[in-house]
């Protein structure tokens, strides 16, 4: 079966400070993307990053960026100058290359505090 | 260009009844999947289609169906509904048909009393 797992339910951060939410991933397939999903108040799911498992190289948007270890199956998230707006539900998902659905982990609750 | 559309945003019903949901996905969209956000479950994947045709579904109960038109506009549906049916759903439509890229609408608040 493949499952995500974020490990931090919720975290804080002040405000322009660096934060990273962990991701994990399991999966015995070889080609997948893998996702970061920003959730406001106000509920809609939003992209943040998306990173392919066949590029070695990091994704990057701005300030956020991600460490992807294929090897460890790990996907972590790094926010930088870290903003209130950035206040959010943060979900890692993947999708294997194919007809299959995202899959989602559970979530990190993130709050940027002033 | 216009998001993912979902109508109505807010629902209430009583257990029993039925509801139906709907989705416009981004023009030029053909993938359209469904997910269901509880706080216990997180988000659990419903089912996609994709142009008119159920692609994958998920592990729910056949209370659960949906559709899509030849416009790519989709439609949920649930029947006799419960309390546990109380939750976020989120359509998400996919311009790749691998849906390597998925872009998400502000959801449906169904609330069953």
């Known amino acids: 079966a493949q499952t995500v797992t974020q490990s931090q339910p919720e975290m804080s951060v002040q405000e322009a400070e660096t934060v990273t939410l962990s991701c994990t991933y399991d999966t015995s397939e070889n080609n997948y993307y893998l996702f970061w999903y920003k959730q406001p108040p106000s509920r809609q799911m939003i992209l943040v990053i998306r990173q392919e498992a066949y590029k070695q190289q990091n994704a990057t948007e701005n ?3 991600v460490n992807f270890q294929k ?3 790990s996907f972590s998230l790094k926010i930088s100058d870290s903003q209130l ?3 959010a539900m943060y979900f890692c998902a993947f999708i294997v290359s194919g007809n299959t659905p995202l899959v989602f982990g559970k979530g990190t609750r993130l709050s940027v505090i002033a | ?3 993912v559309t979902q109508t109505p945003r807010y629902l209430i019903k009583t257990r029993g009844q039925q509801v139906t949901l709907s989705c416009s996905p981004i023009s030029g969209h053909r993938s359209v999947s469904w997910y269901q956000q509880t706080p216990g479950q997180g988000l659990q994947f419903l ?3 994709f142009s008119e045709t159920q692609r994958n579904k998920g592990n729910f109960p056949g209370r659960f169906s949906g559709r899509q038109f030849s416009n790519s506009r989709s439609e949920m549906n649930v029947s ?3 309390l546990g049916d109380s939750a976020l759903y989120l359509c998400a439509s996919s311009g790749t048909r691998k849906n390597t ?3 998400f609408g502000q959801g449906t608040r169904l609330t069953v009393v």
């Open chain 2, 80 to 82: 006799t509904l419960e």
């Open chain 2, 1 to 3: 260009k216009a998001g």
């Open chain 2, 47 to 49: 089912f996609e289609y």
């Open chain 2, 101 to 103: 890229e998925a872009f």
């Open chain 1, 63 to 65: 300030r956020f960026s």
């Open chain 1, 71 to 73: 090897a460890a199956k």
């Open chain 1, 85 to 87: 707006g950035d206040t």
